[in-house]
């Protein structure tokens, strides 16, 4: 679904390739919060940076927790949309908000559900 993808690019029309690299856990790197989902766009790294608190909200709403296969979902969900809103090229990482997430979580079960389930992570990339 989003860990490998292609999108249009709002203001070139430019067609994107997306794929995805790495989930690190941002407080050893930035000393933040969060749990930053790397992709290359067209070779180019861009971050998805989702908050460690939305892991936490998602356990206390429903009892399950965001997998690692989640959160690259979300991310890369999360990432199209901004593509195709027309998001700024020159920026390297993007915050999601809590609401965001849970918001892209329950899109992409739901997905998931039509599809059979969700992709598996390409493992050794």
Known sequence: MYEDF????????EDLHCSWKANI?????RHADAVDVRFNVNGKPMWI??????W????????????DQLAVQIAGRHLK?????GYDAGREIY???VPEVLTHLDAIVA????QGGLPLLPVGV
């Open 6 to 13: 292609h999108v249009t690019d709002r203001w070139s029309g």
């Open 56 to 67: 936490l909200e998602q356990k206390q709403r429903s009892g399950k927790v965001i997998t």
């Open 111 to 114: 997905e998931g559900r039509e």
């Open 25 to 29: 856990v941002a407080i050893a790197t």
């Open 81 to 85: 949309q901004l593509i195709e809103d």
């Open 49 to 54: 940076a989702l908050p460690c608190t939305a």
């Open 95 to 97: 915050v999601v908000s």
